[in-house]
């Protein structure tokens, strides 16, 4: 059963960066789509950045265009996120989630259904 475990997450000053790592474990991961999500306080799951399993299609939310970077790394079994220019808003638990490569729409949360433990991000002002 393939398990997925976060990493990088950590206290930043605002405009500083961070990458967030994703390793699978129990199984390849090269063909399926993957994301981060985040969760603020009091806030409901955002989907912040999707990568497709088919043709390495990216998308980002609005609010985290230009600044984030979704890659994956297929021999490693491994998806990042980099985070530049980080805000205070930025803070959250972040989460990666593997989808199954069939579903059409690698941009649709509900597709995901695969999860990890989470990440803390925490932007300082």
């Known amino acids: 059963q393939v398990q997925l475990v976060e990493s990088g997450g950590g206290l930043v000053q605002a405009g500083g960066s961070l990458r967030l790592s994703c390793l699978a474990s129990?199984?390849?991961?090269?063909?399926?789509?993957m994301a981060w999500f985040r969760r603020a306080p009091g806030k409901e799951r955002e989907l912040v950045a999707a990568?497709?399993?088919?043709?390495?299609?990216?998308y980002y939310a609005d609010s985290v265009k230009v600044r984030f970077t979704i890659s994956r790394d297929n021999p490693k079994n491994t998806v990042y996120l980099q985070m530049n220019s980080l805000k205070p808003e930025d803070t959250a638990v972040y989460y990666c989630?593997?989808?199954?490569?069939?579903?059409?729409?690698?941009?649709?949360?509900?597709?995901?259904?695969?999860w990890g433990q989470g990440t803390q991000v925490t932007v300082s002002s």
């Open positions: 129990g199984g390849p991961v090269s063909n399926s789509h």
């Open positions: 990568i497709s399993g088919t043709d390495d299609n990216t």
């Open positions: 989630a593997a989808g199954p490569p069939y579903r059409a729409y690698y941009y649709w949360a509900q597709i995901y259904d695969l």
